[in-house]
């Protein structure tokens, strides 16, 4: 796969009309260069500011990343990465505790690597999107190391302070690991459009155990896919 793409390439990406990628390049409002008069575009640097796009995105935007048939979010889980009690204090202890879990479940061949790679990505922009809420994520998704999609969750009590851009401690997180760039934007838009849910994340800050967690987010979803418009803010 190509670092370097063309506009009709980003179109596809981002699943939006041609026309419109070159209206964002001649706009500066996404990163493009000129070559040979013809704009070009860094497939990493694209899907970085993709991922700042996301939490400003209309649902109807996100469903189109999303797309029919991919993997859930409930795909990506298992009780045993799942930590409601986390003890970290600060945000690169965050991190190892998180991935300690990855750790202790033998997904990870290089756990210091692994660390590096999401210790990048907060130095380019926090994860945490507001709201006491955060995605880390490597800063290549494509070179995530557990070779499937997973996502972590950890739960903080006294909240961690993570650079989140509203200034507030932030006691959710989800780390995710996916295998490709196109898994791991599909299952970031899936995260951000489930947690829109006022509802579903006052779930998650009061479950009792990571079954709990599964069981709050698959209903969540299934509300999602019968209505995928909708956004729940009770």
């Known amino acids: 796969m190509s670092e370097i793409m063309t506009a009709k390439e980003v179109a596809e990406h981002l699943r939006l009309n041609e026309r ?8 500066g409002k996404i990163p493009a260069a000129k070559i040979a008069r013809r704009w070009r575009f860094q497939r ?13 995105m209309r649902t109807e935007e996100l469903n189109g990343l999303i ?19 986390l003890s970290a204090e600060n945000k690169s202890d965050v991190l190892k505790e998180l991935g300690g879990l990855l750790v202790r479940q033998n997904e990870l061949d290089s756990p210091d690597q692994f660390l590096i790679s999401l210790l990048r990505r907060e130095e380019m922009m926090t994860t945490a999107i507001g709201d006491g809420i955060a995605i880390p994520h490597p800063r290549q998704p494509e070179t995530t190391l557990p070779r499937k999609a997973l996502t972590v969750v950890g739960r903080s009590s006294q909240g961690v302070d993570f650079g989140s851009l509203d200034g507030q401690p932030t006691h959710l997180f989800f780390l995710l690991c996916a295998p490709s760039d196109k898994i791991h934007l599909q299952l970031m838009a899936r995260l951000t459009r489930l947690l829109r849910s006022n509802k579903c994340v006052r779930a998650l800050l009061a479950a009792t155990d990571p079954e709990s967690v599964i069981n709050i987010i698959s209903s969540e979803e299934e509300s999602l896919i019968g209505n995928p418009s ?3 803010s009770l």
């Open 67 to 85: 797309e029919h048939g991919p993997l859930t979010i409930l795909d990506t889980l298992r009780p045993e990465l799942i930590s409601l009690e």
């Open 20 to 27: 419109t990628v070159l209206r964002l390049a001649q706009n």
């Open 230 to 232: 909708s956004v729940t």
């Open 44 to 56: 990493s640097t694209v899907n970085q500011w993709l991922e700042t796009q996301m939490h400003g």
